[in-house]
């Protein structure tokens, strides 16, 4: 049997975990304040009079307000000189206020009124030198519509020509938080490893999982979690009947939670029982090409070329070619930060060069349709002299989480 699979009931696994969250430091208002000023210097560098941030993690990047995106338009309005604003209905001014870190004046609308023809005239207040308005680049078409037209003879652009260069580098502070999250989850893999049996079902995994998560402070538990035995596990998103674990499965679960906003994201892929020499093979494939990822993850390398040494490794191996299956149908990886996929991607065609800050997943998964598939996904970040991992890759096939010795 494979070491750390299977053996404890779901409340012996619970009791083996704790609080991970001692000592967490949120984001200081300090940073909330040079990240505005970053943007204000990267929006005059392009002539962009003012940038909108909608309800969500751009919101919440620039301000420290946390709000969630609605019918209803709720947000900040960054002018490339002077103080940030908000814009808000009337009746969540006083909430709004409540959850503010930055402050600055709330613009409001009452609910039979345009929020957009409100939105038109504090930017015209703030002056427009350039006649270029940015706006989130997540926010709903119905918003980014409604301020193009309340806007006339101004130009309205993506701002993630702003946001993107700002969310993609992280601090120090965030860096931290990332860590201690994927911490937390591989904590929780180990733990959910632990309760695996004949005859268990991937919802009753997934549940633990979930109060695995806020065992060790998660509040709210899995931000998402995937579970597939067999050969479910070749399809990388799952199938609509997910079948019930047996002997010999192989055992693909990816789960992660949000601590601070920020996320972990890790899958592991490991057999319950004895691994077949076919299980053996393509595992340590998969691992090899994330190995290749990794080594080719250096500062100023283009991050189409991560993607590249990955699909190199399975291409040499007999899959594929590019992105047919057998072989590896999606990207290597993503950013990640505030959002589970976020900018820049280890993928072909994006040709950003890394650069110190920067945080990946690394995933480059084995998909076999009919036998079964692998993924190993661990996340780095890019240091001053090159990639660091968050999470160390699984140990082996036999030992996925290093307990032999333990």
Not at 9 to 37: C, D, H, W, Y
Not at 248 to 259: K, P, S, W
Request: aromatic letters at 10%; a negative charge; one cysteine or more.
């Amino acid at each position: 049997m494979t070491i750390g699979v299977g053996g404890k009931t779901p409340e012996q696994a619970l009791a083996t975990l704790e609080n991970m969250t001692q000592g967490v430091e949120p984001i200081a208002l300090s940073e909330f304040k040079a990240r505005i000023a970053k943007a204000q210097q990267l929006m005059a560098e392009q002539n962009i009079d003012a940038m909108y941030l909608n309800a969500g993690t751009n919101l919440y990047y620039f301000t420290g307000l946390r709000w969630y995106p609605s019918e209803r338009m709720v947000g900040a309005i960054l002018p490339a000189n002077g103080e940030l604003e908000f814009i808000a209905p009337a009746f969540e001014l006083d909430t709004l206020k409540g959850f503010m870190q930055i402050t600055g004046e709330v613009n409001t609308w009452q609910e039979d009124e345009s929020p957009y023809a409100l939105f038109a005239t504090v930017v015209k207040r703030m002056g427009l030198n350039y006649n270029r308005v940015a706006v989130d680049e997540a926010a709903a078409f119905f918003i980014a519509n409604g301020i193009d037209k309340a806007l006339t003879n101004v130009e309205v652009i993506n701002a993630s020509c702003v946001s993107a260069k700002c969310r993609q580098i992280k601090s120090a502070a965030e860096l931290a938080l990332l860590q201690r999250a994927k911490d937390m989850t591989l904590a929780v893999h180990i733990a959910a490893a632990s309760i695996l049996r004949e005859g268990i079902t991937t919802q009753k995994v997934e549940a633990f999982i979930h109060q695995a998560h806020i065992k060790v402070g998660a509040p709210k538990g899995s931000y998402f979690c995937i579970v597939l035995f067999g050969e479910d596990s070749a399809y990388p998103h799952g199938v609509m009947s997910p079948k019930a674990l047996e002997l010999n499965d192989t055992v693909l679960i990816d789960t992660g939670c949000q601590l601070e906003g920020y996320n972990s994201d890790i899958t592991r892929t490991y057999v319950y029982g004895e691994p077949s020499e076919r299980q053996r093979e393509l595992w340590q494939y998969e691992q090899d090409a994330q190995l290749a990822a990794f080594a080719a993850a250096q500062i100023g390398t283009p991050c189409s070329e991560v993607d590249r040494a990955a699909r190199t490794v399975l291409e040499q191996a007999g899959f594929g070619p590019g992105y047919d299956v057998p072989g590896l149908p999606h990207r290597t990886g993503h950013g990640v930060g505030l959002d589970i996929h976020e900018w820049p991607y280890l993928v072909l065609n994006d040709h950003t060069p890394l650069a110190a800050g920067m945080c990946f997943s690394n995933e480059p998964m084995l998909c076999v349709p009919g036998e079964f598939g692998v993924r190993h996904e661990d996340h780095f970040y890019m240091a001053a002299d090159g990639p660091k991992w968050f999470t160390k890759p699984a140990k082996s096939i036999d030992d996925p989480f290093d307990l032999a010795d333990n």
